[in-house]
Structure formats: C-alpha cells, structure tokens
C-alpha cells in the first residue's frame, strides 16, 4: 500500500497500489486534487468535490474527504474500479464555489459533484449546476437549496421527517405538552425551530416560548431569562441549593450543536431551570462533548439518521472500519457523505457509458439504496432520507431508544 501525505493538509491519503494522487496550483493558495485508483483508461468515471480544503474550516473539509475518499476505495488494495475525483477549494466562499462548480463542470467533464458545504455556497453552486445539467449533491442543513432545481440533491437526511418522529415520540410519551423553542439564528435553525413548532401544533401540543440567538452567541443570560422568566430577588438570594423554578413549559428544543447547547444549559442551570425534558436535534450527536457535560445532558433525547451502536449492523461495520482507516470516530456527516458518495458511485458502475441527464435521473429515482445508515430514499425534492433513529443520554453515554 502506498502512503502520501498532502502538503496543503495534515492528513495521510491511503490508497491501492497502481492509484494516483496528483497536485496541481489552483488559484494561488487554493489547490487542486485529482485521485484516481485502478488502471487509467478512455472510459473511467469523474466526478468532483467543492470542500472548504484551506482556511479558516480547512479542518472541516479534511473530514469530508475521509468519507470520500472511503466510499471511493482509495484505501481499498487491489480494488479495480476506475474512478476520477476533482477536488476544488472553496474556503466556504460562495463565489469560490460557485467558480469551482463551471471549473468541474466545463474543464473537467465530471459527471456530478458533492458538496458545497454551508448554505450560500450551496445556493452559488446550485445555480450554476442547473444551468449546466449537472448533478450537484449539496452538504448544507438548509434543504431548501434543493428547490432550486431538478438537478439539485441534498445528501442529509430530511429534517422535518426527523423533527416529525421527535415530536411525535415526545408527546406519546407526555414529555412535551407545552414546549419551548431556542433556536440559532440561521436558515438551519430557523428551518428546525419552525417545523418542531408546527408538528406541535398539528399533534395537539403547543410552543408557548419561541427564542432566537445569534449563531456566534456565547453567553445566553439574556436569552434564557426570556424563557424561564427572570429571577426575583428572593429566589436569587435562596441559592441553588433550594428546590428548582416552576418553569412555564414541558420541554425544550435547542437545534444547534453540543458544544452550543452545553453553554445553553449551564444557564439554565444558574438559573435553576429544572424539571422539563431536553430535546434536540442530529447536531447533538458529539459524544465526547457529551461525555464532559454528561450531568447536564443526562436524560436529553435527540433525533438523527445514524448511530453507529445501534440496531444497523451495517452502521457498526462502517464505524469499524472508518476508524481503523481515518483514527477517528465516524459521525452523522460521514455516515451521510458516505451514503451519497456510494450510491452515485454504484449508479454509475451499474450502467454503460453513464452521462450526466442519466445519472441525475437515477439519483432521482432511487428508493431503496441499502447504505451504513440503513435504507435510503431519494424523497421528491430530491433529499436523501431515511428512518430517524432516537437515542438518550444515560450517565453521559449515548443509548438507542428502541421503538416498538
């Protein structure tokens, strides 16, 4: 097996003997990658990534191309399958991207493209990849990007199907009657915070607190006095040793990251805010954050589309492997940019002489593409989806609520 190592990254690329990784100057500090595994010839496939590869998220961006390069068998020995992929930086630029989409597109004839990753970007490429009639397969939470147009997909699971199942499994459970909403600021979280409220009201229940932050908010005094009320100066001089607040509401959902809602909650807990039920979303899902607040998560339910330890087996074995290959856990993200990369890559296997209008309309037309997070369905508005999976916080370890 051959090693190289990128001199734009601190990541180790790992592929099969006969493969090739070549670099080239593109655009001064950005570069970009061609990789290809199995023998060169006239007929191999091409497709492109747009990723933030230098740069303030260079980090992030190294991350999604481990689940690419996985679902490619760049690490696979002996793996014969000829495949091309184009990498182009964007440094989560919309116009970058958007540049990158016609250099893919134009110069180097691939067949689709994964990525961008946050929403403007996506938007920027969506629009050019729609003009071209190429497939673009969006990162971004904000799923409205697929509205742009018919060769438009978004590789994360549908957020209302998953906000729906939280919803529902909350009431059944009488742990959501009256809830609050605090939510980011963002296409995202507006997105989430507004489904969660609907399916509320369409199930009977109620949203009697609706709270916006700013996405960079680091200090949520202000922000979680609106939701439980402010102190009086009796209750701040009891101390937090007496018992908690009565708090107006059931339950709250907080659609953002851990790390996020782990500064949320230790207001919450100066605020001896106690005695409802903590819900949120596939953004929860950061075990060792977890773990390091593990009293204030404890009991929390969230909702996402992979769960490494569950009842998959598939799920586990792509964890396993995902480790022993990139010496790191695999997350929802990977598990997804994953799925997306091998179900294009089996389209394209699976048919002779593929083109673009073909593939888009595979994509399009897939409805039961068995991947690491279980089955998956391309919806029609062309969003990669599949079953939400619960899971709880039991003394700071992540546990699958088994439905019946």
């Not at 004839?109 to 990753?117: C, D, E, I, S, T």
């Not at 609907?198 to 202000?222: L, W």
């Not at 593409?369 to 619960?390: E, K």
């Amino acid at each position: 097996m051959l090693y190289l190592e990128s001199l734009i990254r601190c990541i180790t690329v790992f592929f099969a003997a006969g493969g090739l990784l070549l670099f080239m100057p593109y655009g001064g500090v950005a570069m970009e990658a061609v990789l290809h595994q199995g023998e060169k010839n006239e007929a191999h496939a091409a497709l492109g990534a747009i990723l933030p590869l230098s740069g303030s998220y260079e980090k992030f961006g190294d991350r999604i191309l481990d689940s690419l390069l996985l679902a490619g068998g760049f690490f696979d020995e002996g793996r014969e399958t000829s495949v091309e992929l184009y990498l182009e930086d964007s440094q989560m630029k919309p116009e970058k991207a958007r540049r990158a989409l016609s250099e893919l597109a134009d110069r180097h004839r691939v067949l689709a493209v994964l990525g961008p990753v946050s929403s403007e970007e996506s938007y920027a490429a969506a629009e050019e990849a729609e003009k071209r009639g190429i497939s673009l397969i969006t990162l971004t939470r904000n799923q409205d990007v697929t509205g742009v147009g018919r060769y438009i997909f978004n590789a994360l699971p549908s957020t209302r199907n998953q906000i729906r199942h939280l919803v529902g499994y909350a009431l059944g459970q009488r742990a959501a009657g009256e809830a609050a909403v605090l939510y980011p600021d963002v296409p995202a979280g507006r997105d989430a915070a507004g489904f969660f409220r609907d399916e509320m009201a369409g199930r009977g229940g109620r949203v009697s607190r609706f709270v916006a932050y700013p996405a960079d908010k680091a200090d949520f005094a202000v922000e979680v006095e609106r939701l439980t009320g402010r102190m009086t100066d009796a209750e701040r001089s009891a101390g937090t040793d007496k018992a908690p607040r009565k708090i107006p509401f059931d339950a709250l959902f907080i659609p953002d990251s851990a790390v996020q809602v782990s500064r949320i909650v230790s207001q919450l807990v100066f605020y001896r805010a106690d005695g409802f039920q903590l819900l949120g979303d596939s953004g929860w899902n950061m075990p060792e954050t977890v773990a390091a607040n593990r009293e204030r998560f404890e009991g929390a339910i969230f909702v996402d589309g992979f769960f490494a330890n569950g009842a998959i087996p598939e799920s586990a074995e792509f964890a396993d492997r995902f480790y022993e290959v990139c010496d790191r856990e695999a997350d929802s993200l990977d598990a997804y940019i994953y799925d997306a990369m091998a179900m294009t890559l089996q389209i394209i296997e699976a048919g002779k002489n593929p083109t673009r209008e073909r593939l888009r309309r595979d994509l399009a037309g897939m409805n039961a593409y068995h991947g690491v997070r279980g089955v998956v369905t391309v919806a029609p508005l062309r969003i990669m989806d599949s079953q939400p999976l619960l899971v709880t916080v039991r003394d700071g370890e992540f546990i699958q609520i088994i439905e019946p």
